[in-house]
């Protein structure tokens, strides 16, 4: 059979459509390469310069904040003229209804007064084509490009292929405005939540003190055993969700003490009966406070009920016992009971610090996590050593302690 024919203005026209093709494919592989927004710009401006044979041209986007152009990639063009070309809204219907590619110099009648308006702008841009990018009814940008190579004309094909390049283009700057305006949204809310978070810290901080305050010998007693919880649970390597709780759970685990007589908390003597009785209410108060707030980190109301409880089972108020307790909750006791044994109280003078490690080491399995009071001692003995910075837990220690005594008391410990 004898081949078709094509004749040779068919064959331009092929050859013309397959370089549009390969042009279109050419600018979609870089919008959606991972470049930066500045490179994508560029290299599709430069795409589009060179399938249509022109030397100069540029890319702008339309600020609706600032009413204006502004420059984002451009050749030929002083792109330091161009900070911003004003284009009030009042002018953007005009670019929304005008042709695709407007070609300056034989405009259409409804564009006559924007060219004339913006005339001076176009002849700096060396601007013979204007071409509105736009997405829906939104004006995104606007391209310009200059005379061909040699003077040429602009064919209809090219027209077209340019129509085609600049609604890529669009939809590429109209990605990018939104994704930006996501990333704005995000930042904004996560500077206020950061504000949440401090107002939340602060309040929660007050609250803390307000409940120390009953007894000036607890002044500080909360912040204290937060801070030992914190530094037991960061060597631990708990998730920081967890670490949050213990925070809170430190500062919060006695707020069941502001419903107990302040002659009771103040006590020099030691308590009768009933006054012990009042005093054991304590964390059954504080979870019924806290079990009414929903807090974003860890279950407090739990932590504020439990911090009595002793690992052999013979704490209060529910006489839990070894893996029922939970790890936060043997956590805070230990932080709890090693604060009060490092700070003066009504009733008693602190014991030095090598002394509340003995004490800590002695209760091990009865009244404290075995696993819990390990990492007590390892992290006081790298603060010793010098071996954190900042260390989490000297700082707040209110006496004098002998660093050499203690790192013997730990170093036995290990033996
Ligand atoms: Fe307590």
Same mark, same amino acid.
């Given at each position: ?42 290299s599709?401006l ?10 100069r ?8 904040e ?23 809204k009042?002018?953007v ?18 564009l ?10 176009f ?5 013979a084509?204007l ?12 391209l ?13 094909e090219?027209?077209?292929v340019?129509a ?29 939540? /950061?504000?949440?978070r ?26 204290r ?6 530094a037991?649970?960061?060597e631990l ?7 949050e709780?213990?925070r809170?759970?430190? #500062?919060l ?5 502001i ?6 908390i103040?006590k ?10 009042e ?8 979870y /019924?406070? #806290?079990?009414?707030?929903q ?11 439990h911090h009595? /409880? ?17 790890l936060?909750?043997r956590?805070?006791?230990?932080a ?18 090598? /002394?509340?490690?003995?004490e800590?080491?002695r ?9 819990v ?16 910075d900042?260390?989490?837990? #000297?700082?707040? #220690? ?8 203690v ?9």
């Amino acid at each position: 059979m004898k081949p078709e024919m094509i004749s040779p203005q068919s064959q331009t026209s092929v050859r013309k459509m397959l370089y549009a093709f390969s042009s279109l494919n050419d600018l979609g592989q870089v919008i959606t390469s991972n470049g930066s927004f500045d490179e994508v710009t560029r290299s599709g401006l430069y795409l589009i310069l060179g399938t249509l044979s022109v030397a100069r041209g540029a890319i702008f986007h339309y600020s609706t904040e600032e009413e204006g152009l502004k420059i984002l990639a451009a050749k030929g063009v002083d792109e330091a003229m161009f900070p911003l070309l004003p284009l009030p809204k009042e002018e953007v219907p005009t670019l929304l209804t005008a042709p695709h590619v407007v070609n300056l110099d034989a405009a259409p009648a409804g564009l006559d007064d924007f060219i004339a308006l913006h005339g001076e702008m176009f002849r700096c841009l060396h601007a013979a084509l204007l071409v509105p990018l736009r997405v829906g009814e939104e004006l995104v940008g606007v391209l310009t490009l200059g005379d061909r190579f040699g003077g040429g004309e602009y064919s209809e094909e090219d027209l077209q292929v340019l129509a085609m390049m600049a609604q890529q283009l669009s939809v590429a700057i109209h990605n990018h405005r939104l994704f930006s305006l996501l990333q704005q949204k995000a930042e904004e809310n996560r500077t206020l939540y /950061e504000d949440l978070r401090k107002i939340y810290h602060d309040t929660i901080r007050a609250f803390a003190a307000a409940i120390d305050a009953k007894d000036e010998y607890t002044r500080g007693h909360s912040a204290r055993v937060a801070a030992y919880a914190v530094a037991i649970g960061e060597e631990l390597r708990l998730p920081e969700e967890v670490i949050e709780g213990l925070r809170l759970a430190g #500062l919060l685990h006695d707020i069941g003490k502001i419903t107990v007589d302040s002659s009771i908390i103040r006590k020099k003597t030691c308590l009768n009966a009933e006054e012990m009785l009042e005093m054991h209410r304590h964390p059954a108060v504080g979870y /019924e406070i #806290l079990s009414k707030i929903q807090f974003p980190w860890g279950d407090l109301s739990s932590l504020a009920r439990h911090h009595h /409880e002793k690992i052999d089972g013979k704490g209060y108020p529910d006489g839990l016992s070894g893996e029922d307790i939970d790890l936060e909750v043997r956590i805070i006791t230990l932080a709890d009971a090693f604060d009060a044994m490092t700070t003066d109280r009504p009733y008693r003078k602190q014991i030095g610090l090598a /002394e509340a490690l003995q004490e800590v080491k002695r209760c091990m399995g009865s009244q404290f996590d075995a696993d819990v009071a390990r990492v007590l001692f390892r992290v006081l003995e790298k603060e010793l050593s010098g071996g954190v910075d900042p260390p989490r837990i #000297l700082p707040h #220690l209110t006496m004098e302690y002998d660093a050499a005594q203690v790192c013997r008391v730990i170093r036995a410990f290990y033996q």
